[in-house]
Structure formats: C-alpha cells, structure tokens
C-alpha cells in the first residue's frame, strides 16, 4: 500500500468551477500535512499547510480527519492560473524528518 | 534573493561518468533534502541531512552521495552514471520543528528549481 495517495486525475474543468482533490496516508502517527502545486518543469513550491480545525487561504480551503487519515483540498471560483499538479505532502512521525509525498493530481482549468 | 539554490540547471553527460549538482540554502534551516523526480512525475526522497548528520538514507545505489560542508550546502555526488539515473533532482531545506523554538509549529520544505539530468 502506498503511503501516500492522491486522485489519480487530471482534472479538466471550466473556469469558475469549483474543483476538490482528496488525499489519504497510511501512517496514523503523521504529525504534519501539506499542499504543493508543482508547474511544469518548475520546483513544487507551498500551496498550504493543513491544520486539525481546517484552514483556508482566499479560494482554497483545507481540511484534516485524523481518525479517517484523510485530507482534502477545495479550489472555488478556479483560475486559468490555478492549472497545475497538486501535490499533497506528509510529514511523518520517525527518526529524523521524513516528508513523504504523494503522486500528485493534475488539474487544467480550462477558458 | 534565492532562498533554495542549485547548479547547474541542467547536466547532460554520458553513461560512465562522476558528475556533482550542488545545493546552497540562505534560509538558515537545519535540515536539507535530494529528492529525485522520474519521468512518471512521481517525487522520491533520497537523502536528507541534519545538522551534519545523515538521518534518512532511502534505499538508493551507493554511487550517489551526499557530501555537506556546513549547514548551508547539501552538494550530491554521483559516480559511473546509468541511464536511469535521467532525472530531475531538486535540493529542499527546512527547520526541524523538533529543534525549533516553536515545536508545535510544522516547518514546511522550500525547494531549489530543480537539476536537470540527462544521460546518454
């Protein structure tokens, strides 16, 4: 089972849509949790990072279930600009710090 | 200024070769990172370094190795390159929030743009 999983996408959506991704970890001892965007041939760069009580940043939201080891990413009112992969991102509770990544969901926001 | 820094952007080399990309953080974070992203996209961590230390040392040909001079720089040495070693290669850094003076807080990574690595 992998550690980390993700939608498998891509997603294709008119703009203005709104668009969520889901994500699940396997290790139940993760102490932090976080979204990327990565671009094309670009570096993955922090979207935001996910607290217990949720959060929210302009039109993206997320959300963190402990007991269902799950989370998630809402994109409302989604931009040509918003077009990407989304990367969710978890920091696991070992030796050291171990950032485990998942597979990434594409999504083209299209005109 | 750049925070996460690599070079070269781009590496194009023969299969048999020793080549170096080096990594450099102005961020004064203690902990640096060599993550390898294939062709299929998927980010894989190969190394991270804390203080000095090796703390996470996935399972990678020991042809690679991280070399770090001080906290500052992670450089990644590989030896008689393969070529499925072709790759892009990003350095990323971050504070350890157990070492941090806020330890509830999560330290989110920062990546360097990336190196480019083609063998032939």
């Known amino acids: 089972r992998k550690e980390v999983e993700q939608d498998p996408g891509p997603f294709n959506v008119p703009e203005g849509a709104t668009v969520a991704f889901n994500c699940t970890y396997s290790?139940?001892?993760?102490?932090?949790f976080f979204w990327y965007r990565q671009d094309c041939r670009k570096e993955p760069k922090l979207l935001m990072s996910?607290?217990?009580s949720g959060n929210e940043d302009g039109r993206f939201t997320a959300q963190l279930n402990r007991a269902s080891q799950y989370i998630s990413l809402l994109i409302r009112d989604s931009k040509l600009s918003d077009s990407a992969t989304y990367l969710c991102?978890?920091?696991?509770?070992?030796?050291?710090?171990?950032?485990?990544f998942g597979p990434g969901t594409r999504l083209s926001v299209l005109p | 200024d750049t925070a996460v820094s690599q070079t070269p952007k781009y590496l194009v080399t023969q299969m048999g070769n020793d080549k170096s990309i080096k990594c450099e953080q102005n961020?004064?974070?203690?902990?640096m990172y060599w993550y390898k992203q294939d062709s299929k996209k998927f980010l894989k961590i190969m190394f991270s370094?804390?203080?000095?230390?090796?703390?996470i040392n996935e399972t990678v040909p020991n042809r690679f190795s991280p070399k770090s001079p001080d906290k500052a720089h992670l450089n990644l040495h590989i030896n008689s390159l393969e070529l499925g070693d072709s790759a892009v290669y990003f350095c990323?850094?971050?504070?350890?929030?157990?070492?941090?003076?806020?330890?509830?807080?999560?330290?989110?990574?920062?990546f360097g743009p990336g190196t480019r690595l083609t063998v032939t």
């Open positions: 290790n139940s001892a993760s102490q932090s």
């Open positions: 990323a850094s971050s504070q350890d929030p157990d070492r941090g003076l806020h330890r509830s807080l999560s330290y989110e990574q920062y």
């Open positions: 991102v978890v920091r696991e509770n070992n030796y050291g710090q171990n950032f485990v």
């Open positions: 996910v607290y217990s």
């Open positions: 961020l004064g974070h203690d902990t």
């Open positions: 370094y804390n203080n000095k230390e090796l703390i």
